[in-house]
């Protein structure tokens, strides 16, 4: 098939075309509240933070982002620039800029698309470094974040260091911040797509 699925994807978003579609975002994250609550009772019975549940998360955040972007410039009037950038490399990123993202939460959405990385992209071997964790993620350890002993000389490795609910419960903030953006970009668009925050909201709205 070669290359037709993303040349079909790039021009849905390209083009005007007849047929259905819907807020797909809503589904997206109803499902990441189904695997919040999965997390959190997990962690519980193992050690309070331990959690496979992030693995799968965190990507699926970025798809319900996207989901609401793409919902958000389709809005009467579209906006055919934007969605044009949601078809280019480091759409994401750029899309931050395209709604002001800026300070702790861009750096905290630029953490969070490094980690969705790691996780779509595996690199799974050793780190090297004395505690498994790469060194341009240690600002997500000093955070907290992680599933971790604690101790720079015997941590876990890398994806067990990565499974964790404070993690898990961390992105979901950043994802609600970053759909508040999307949705105040425009003062008229807003007044449609609003209420989509909720969802967000809603994922961890019990920690």
């Given at each position: 098939?070669?290359?037709?699925?993303?040349?079909?994807?790039?021009?849905?978003?390209k083009l005007e075309s007849s047929g259905t579609w819907v807020s797909s975002s809503t589904d997206f994250t109803i499902l990441l509240k189904l695997l919040y609550l999965q997390s959190k009772n997990y962690s519980k019975s193992v050690d309070g933070n331990c959690s496979p549940y992030v693995l799968c998360a965190i990507p699926m955040i970025f798809s319900a982002l996207r989901c609401l972007m793409i919902e958000y410039e389709s809005v009467s009037p579209p906006n055919r620039t934007a969605l044009k950038v949601l078809t280019e490399p480091n759409d994401f990123l750029k899309m931050l800029d395209h709604y002001k993202v800026t300070g702790q939460l861009l750096k905290e959405a630029n953490l969070l698309n490094e980690i969705r990385n790691e996780i779509v992209h595996p690199a799974h071997l050793p780190t090297?470094?004395?505690?498994?964790?790469?060194?341009?993620?240690?600002?997500?350890?000093?955070?907290?974040?992680?599933?971790?002993?604690?101790?720079?000389?015997?941590?876990?490795?890398?994806?067990?260091?990565?499974?964790?609910?404070?993690?898990?419960?961390?992105?979901?903030?950043?994802?609600?911040?970053?759909?508040?953006?999307?949705?105040?970009?425009?003062?008229?668009?807003?007044?449609?797509?609003?209420?989509?925050?909720?969802?967000?909201?809603?994922?961890?709205?019990?920690?």
């Open positions: 098939m070669g290359n037709e699925g993303r040349r079909s994807r790039e021009d849905r978003l090297g470094t004395p505690d498994n964790w790469p060194e341009y993620l240690q600002e997500i350890k000093k955070m907290g974040l992680l599933q971790s002993t604690g101790k720079v000389e015997a941590d876990y490795a890398f994806f067990a260091q990565m499974s964790s609910h404070k993690l898990f419960s961390w992105a979901c903030c950043v994802a609600q911040d970053i759909a508040a953006c999307i949705v105040k970009s425009d003062s008229e668009k807003f007044k449609i797509k609003g209420r989509f925050t909720i969802n967000f909201q809603e994922i961890n709205s019990e920690k």
